[in-house]
């Protein structure tokens, strides 16, 4: 396969970091090299002309920003055709909206078909990966997994678990959601570039026997990833105290249960207890904060420091339909003002990091994603900085530093600023 070359100004995290800040790659013209859907070079363009005599009429000249293809760590796609109903907190909102759209993923036809509609919002977006919970029905995984490869993309799923407290419609059992689960791990885990996650809703919706089930899963295929809810409403943690007296905690339903280890994405993580805290980094474990959803829900405000100063991997996600938005610069944008509720500021590099290079570390994926790094996946975006909206454009024309730039991109973003979204090199996304 040719060669192709991306010239621009360009922005990544190149390594795992606790001040994006202050390690970040920024090149004012720079060319990104990409062969077989991998990225081969990364070097500024006065240094790239002196070793390479390349027309100019094969180098693609960007006017906006390149960054990495942004990460969505935790996300639901039946929801997005409920994204945005009205008045209710999460347990009313399961019931009263979620349920009754999931059980639509039963038809094959019609997985499909939303499957394939979710991913190019997706790339629309400026989100090339995600972490993906699909429904209870074997065949929504499928769906998923079959529209993922025809872009080649990068991309966690899982099967829900849950075999009470929901719909009879909606439910499984501990055996077939282990058997199911099973079948659909063997058929895509490192299928090209799908990776498989082991998925129980949330405590509330298993049995201990189907956790248990679950655990077994995990253990018997250490690589694979397990994704999850965790304390995001004190309702929802009383719950899990009454379904489960003897746990120490909610984590510790997870724990005893093996749930608790590397590649464990647990969504939310708003009202943690101290131990939780301890456990989840001993363990390797990793937190996503949702800051639209947080806030659309009334959840609560994510003590992102404190997570952080224990050594947890953190990432900011959409969870769509919880979330009201796919993207992510709008979720960073609210990330930035639920730190500020808790007088403390979010800098926006760092909030991009924990789109992009935080959230691969997170996923433990970073040797093939969330950077620009020679050696790793082809999937990056073009940000239109100079362009529309307006209002986005003005700001820019006072901005003085690089930082500054990136603030207002953050805070005045919309989907009209993802310009071209490429994954594994091949455009899959051009504004219209």
Known sequence: MQKTFHRGEILHFPKRTDSPEQNYQYLNDGILVIEQGKIIDLLDADIFFQHHHIAQEQIETHSGLLIPGMIDSHVHYPQMEMIASYGRQLLEWLNDYTFPVETKYADSSYAALQADAFLRQLFAHGTTTASVFATVHPQSVDAFFTAAATYQARMICGKVLMDR???DNLRDTADSGYRESKDLLEKWHHHERALYAITPRF?????????ALAGQLAQEYPDAFIQTHLSENTDEINWVKSLFPDAKDYLNVYERYGL??????????IHLEPREYQTLASNHSSVIFCPTSNLFIGSGLFPYFTVKEHGIPVAIASDVGGGTSLNLLVNQAEAYKILQLQHQNLNPFESLYLCTQGAAVAMQLEDQIGNLNPGTEADFIELDVNGIPPMLKQRMAQAKTLEEKLFALIMLADERVIRQTYVNGQQVYSRP
Request: charged residues 20%; aromatic residues 4%.
């Open 203 to 211: 405590a509330p919706t298993s049995t201990p026997e189907q956790l």
């Open 165 to 167: 407290h929901s719909p």
């Open 260 to 269: 608790v280890r590397d590649r464990a994405l647990f969504g939310h993580g």
